[in-house]
């Protein structure tokens, strides 16, 4: 790993608790879930250990409660191998939870409350923005305060270090913050909130990749648009790609998108062009989609290269 560049972090860390149903309650009706688990889970989080299982080295920025939850995922990140040197401990404010509800058809509905990640302010960041200088990718997501976000795109943009955005859930971030971001990773829902692709329900990835080409300069440096079982797309100024996606049994959607994204931050960061990058990030994220929950279900490196249809010999890794 010692040649792979270095992605740091700012996110939340929640501590995920999901239910599995048949389907999901109508307003009003009581029902019973076949399973339940409780796991690792904030986009942050997610898209760190995301990263890290693809072969970057990786350094996450977050806050926690001194509840258990806290010890559960300061435990569950170091089981990873991950380091915990800049997951802050908040006194005053619980450790993050995401509730989930997973149906057997594997769609899922996600409520976050955010406890001690709302700590992580710009004035926090600030305080790691020597981790941040000595990144090859900062990695950021819209669960954070909006002002905690604009100033860990300025702090980048000091120190010359490419800015990676993903903005879930969309957030109010100023025009100057989406432009610098390179890329700015959305779904076909956040496209929307951010003026991408407003009409372009059920469009096909090539429109889809036209629209963002056609975004580029004018709303952020470089996008990526995903778009579920369909693949995802991408443009910059060298021009604009697609990526589509294999055909498999989806057990789980909960954390693909974050293991799409921490996978392309990651390969981002060993110098990969944006194009080859999309495509590992999608065959990464259709790996997590076979199996349960978050964390547990990112797939190591050489899967998912193996997966995007190179072998560990063509891996200069």
Do not use: C
């Not at 997973?102 to 709302?118: K, M, P, Q, R, Y």
């Not at 390179?182 to 956040?190: G, I, K, T």
């Not at 990526?224 to 959607?253: E, K, N, Y």
């Amino acid at each position: 790993m010692g040649s792979h560049g270095r992605v740091v972090v700012v996110g939340s860390l929640n501590v995920d608790s999901t239910s599995y149903v048949e389907a999901f309650p109508a307003p009003g009706q009581t029902i019973l879930s076949h399973g339940f688990r409780v796991a690792l889970g904030g986009k942050g989080s997610n898209q760190a250990v995301a990263a890290h299982v693809v072969g970057a080295s990786v350094e996450l920025v977050a806050r926690i409660g001194t509840d258990a939850a806290g010890d559960f995922a300061l435990a569950t990140l170091e089981r990873f191998g991950l380091s915990t040197g800049a997951v802050g401990r908040e006194a005053d404010a619980p450790t993050g939870v995401a509730q989930i509800t997973v149906a057997d058809s594997g769609e899922n509905t996600i409520i976050v409350t955010g406890g001690a990640n709302l700590a992580l302010t710009p004035a926090a960041a600030e305080a790691d923005s020597g981790r941040i200088a000595s990144a090859a990718v900062v990695l950021t997501q819209g669960e954070l305060p909006v002002a905690t976000i604009q100033r860990v795109a300025e702090l980048a943009a000091d120190a010359g270090v490419r800015f990676v955005l993903n903005l879930a859930p969309p957030a109010p971030v100023d025009a100057a913050t989406l432009r610098f971001a390179d890329p700015l990773v959305v779904n076909e829902h956040e496209a929307r909130a951010v003026g991408l692709g407003t009409d372009a329900a059920g469009a096909s990835l090539d429109a889809w990749r036209e629209l963002a080409a056609s975004a580029v300069a004018r709303t952020a440096r470089s996008i990526v648009v995903t778009l579920g079982s369909a693949g995802a797309v991408a443009a910059s100024a060298d021009g604009s790609w697609t990526a589509a996606a294999p055909r498999v049994d989806a057990v789980d959607t909960t954390g693909a998108g974050d293991g799409f994204t921490g996978a392309l931050a990651a390969f981002l960061a060993e110098g990969r062009p944006l194009d080859e990058a999309l495509r590992f990030a999608v065959a990464a994220g259709a790996l997590a989609v076979q199996s349960r929950g978050t964390v547990d279900s990112y797939a190591p490196r050489h899967a998912v290269l193996s997966s995007a249809g190179l072998t560990d010999a063509q891996d200069p890794a």
